[in-house]
């Protein structure tokens, strides 16, 4: 049963434009959520992260959007650079437990 | 601040063989300690995880198996490594309270099976 899902499986933009990541959740006891960024052969990074009592969570070109209503999250990144190309992942907790990973999302900015 | 390591970084190991990866944290204590495979094109799966010194928890049943020997020292073993153990291994860690329980990654290890 996948409680986090990210139903794309890869984006591609151009440089300078907004990138929008989606995902979604099933679980709605979760409280925090989370992105991550992974480049090719190390291990991710933490990114940016929302309170469930937040609907909105900026830091620099990131920003976090929760709909809990619909049990959906995204991230937005603008401008979009060639650095921002990597697997996005989103993840999820209950306060307390563990983090659920989404399968990830690749994406590839164009210059 | 806070690091965490994990070696080897890349490992070929025959089918048979033994494993053994080590990850070890430094600037905390009494953290919490993870164990995630990421297999060739999917997510991240949860394999253990530890609140204690030899207190492990398995999120799934495999052939793999873990330790926590030391506060700030984690171990993923094998005895006998099978193909389907390839992948890329990755450790982490938490606060002990962490409020929404953002964890952080270790560089992560490649193992190849052969």
């Known amino acids: 049963d996948q409680q986090v899902k990210q139903n794309s499986p890869s984006l591609s933009v151009q440089e300078g434009r907004i990138s929008i990541l989606n995902c979604d959740y099933t679980n709605s006891m979760f409280d925090y959520f989370l992105w991550y960024k992974k480049y090719p052969a190390e291990g991710p990074t933490f990114l940016i992260s929302i309170s469930s009592i937040k609907d909105k969570n900026e830091d620099g070109r990131f920003t976090v959007f929760l709909n809990k209503s619909a049990k959906h999250l995204s991230l937005h990144i603008v401008p979009s650079q060639p650095g921002d190309s990597a697997v996005y992942f989103c993840?999820?907790?209950?306060?307390?437990?563990?983090?659920?990973f989404g399968a990830g999302t690749i994406l590839r900015v164009k210059s | 601040s806070q690091t965490i390591h994990q070696w080897p970084a890349t490992l070929v190991q025959p089918v048979g063989s033994p494993l053994s990866l080590e990850c070890t944290v430094e600037g905390t204590s009494n953290p919490n300690l993870y164990w995630y495979r990421q297999a060739a094109g999917r997510g991240l799966q949860l394999l253990f995880y530890s609140v204690g010194i030899g207190q492990i928890s398995s999120e799934v049943p495999q052939n793999l198996s873990a330790s926590r020997p030391q506060d700030r020292q984690f171990i993923l073993s094998s005895k006998k490594l099978l193909l389907s153990d390839s992948g890329f291994y990755l450790c982490?860690?938490?606060?002990?309270?962490?409020?929404?329980?953002?964890?952080?990654f270790g560089e992560g290890s490649w193992l190849t099976v052969v």
């Open positions: 993840a999820a907790s209950q306060y307390g437990n563990k983090l659920v």
């Open positions: 982490a860690w938490s606060p002990t309270s962490s409020p929404g329980n953002t964890i952080y």
